[in-house]
């Protein structure tokens, strides 16, 4: 364990067999090189609001190689092994976080993916990036609230995935269950919540397999040229007070309506989405 007052170099030997973390960060910025995190009962690092340098381990046997929360960030993270994980292409995500998710060019050993694991919020007053191309998925039942500011600023051909942990299409197979596909409302959905969530921003985002896409209450964020498909319910819902402006992008193949605006206002944008075989 090393808190906000520590920067430990932990270099060489093994840390194993333990109940919980092999190591838990949290608010340092520890220096972990060539060790070996094996066996332990669940993840092999833990970085709570943590920046450590992650070089030339060998991760192995523990339920995620690594988890995160709070202030998301690595000074480095490379030269790992990481094999024989429950989930060994994934980083797991919890809790209260801001910072930035990154894509897998700026991963390490095969690492491909974030996996939502708990409820996640992006707090009134920070702000949490996503970067082109990178991917989230959400275990079942989990949902990304938004009560600061979410910068979700794809491009075409390099855009920011939301979907299930079952989705094979997006980072292959992340829980290791063998060829699948994700289900309508394998999770629950991305939820602008509040006036303070108004500056977030979905740009060239494919958002699938949720209860909903994007269910915004009293949030008046930005949706641009996002692919929002498969969902149990509607693809984007909009309570009597938001007015996102829906800008480009298809809303399709979802199981109720392609947007639904619950007594939105009248001021409210939607301009050039292509609404398409909802029921």
Same mark, same amino acid.
């Given at each position: 364990?090393?808190?906000?007052?520590?920067?430990?170099?932990?270099?060489?030997?093994?840390?194993?067999?333990?109940?919980?973390?092999?190591?838990?960060?949290?608010?340092?910025?520890?220096?972990?090189?060539?060790?070996?995190?094996?066996?332990?009962?669940?993840?092999?690092?833990?970085?709570?609001?943590?920046?450590? #340098?992650?070089?030339?381990?060998?991760?192995?046997?523990?339920?995620?190689?690594?988890?995160?929360?709070?202030?998301?960030?690595?000074?480095?993270? #490379?030269?790992?092994?990481?094999?024989?994980?429950?989930?060994?292409?994934?980083?797991?995500?919890?809790?209260?976080?801001?910072?930035?998710?990154?894509?897998?060019?700026?991963?390490?050993?095969?690492?491909?993916?974030?996996?939502?694991? #708990?409820?996640?919020?992006?707090? =009134?007053?920070?702000?949490?990036?996503?970067?082109?191309?990178?991917?989230?998925?959400?275990?079942?039942?989990?949902?990304?609230?938004?009560?600061?500011?979410?910068?979700?600023?794809?491009?075409?051909?390099?855009?920011?995935?939301?979907?299930?942990?079952?989705?094979?299409?997006?980072?292959?197979?992340?829980?290791?269950?063998?060829?699948?596909?994700?289900?309508?409302?394998?999770?629950?959905?991305?939820?602008?919540?509040?006036?303070?969530?108004?500056?977030?921003?979905?740009?060239?985002?494919?958002?699938?397999?949720?209860?909903?896409?994007?269910?915004?209450?009293? =949030?008046?964020?930005?949706?641009?040229?996002?692919?929002?498909?498969?969902?149990?319910?509607?693809?984007?819902?909009?309570?009597?007070?938001?007015?996102?402006?829906?800008?480009?992008?298809?809303?399709?193949?979802?199981?109720?309506?392609?947007?639904?605006?619950?007594?939105?206002?009248?001021?409210?944008?939607?301009?050039?989405?292509?609404?398409?075989?909802?029921?």
């Amino acid at each position: 364990y090393a808190d906000s007052s520590s920067e430990p170099t932990i270099r060489g030997g093994v840390i194993g067999n333990n109940g919980g973390h092999g190591n838990y960060l949290n608010g340092s910025s520890a220096t972990i090189d060539s060790v070996e995190i094996r066996d332990n009962g669940e993840h092999g690092i833990y970085c709570n609001s943590s920046s450590p #340098s992650i070089t030339d381990n060998t991760i192995s046997g523990n339920t995620y190689p690594i988890g995160v929360t709070g202030v998301l960030g690595f000074t480095a993270l #490379s030269g790992n092994t990481i094999s024989g994980n429950d989930y060994d292409t994934a980083i797991a995500i919890s809790g209260n976080v801001s910072g930035t998710i990154y894509n897998a060019i700026h991963l390490d050993a095969g690492l491909n993916a974030y996996v939502v694991t #708990s409820n996640i919020t992006v707090p =009134s007053g920070d702000t949490l990036t996503i970067e082109p191309s990178a991917i989230v998925k959400f275990d079942r039942n989990r949902r990304i609230t938004v009560q600061g500011t979410l910068t979700a600023d794809g491009v075409s051909g390099r855009e920011i995935i939301f979907t299930s942990l079952a989705d094979d299409e997006y980072g292959g197979d992340t829980n290791g269950d063998g060829a699948s596909s994700g289900s309508p409302g394998d999770w629950y959905y991305i939820y602008p919540y509040g006036d303070t969530s108004d500056g977030s921003l979905l740009n060239y985002c494919i958002i699938r397999y949720g209860q909903y896409g994007i269910y915004c209450s009293n =949030s008046n964020l930005t949706i641009s040229n996002c692919t929002i498909e498969e969902s149990s319910h509607d693809g984007i819902y909009a309570d009597s007070s938001s007015e996102p402006t829906i800008r480009g992008g298809v809303v399709r193949n979802n199981a109720r309506d392609g947007i639904r605006l619950n007594g939105s206002p009248a001021g409210i944008n939607i301009d050039s989405v292509e609404i398409r075989d909802n029921s």
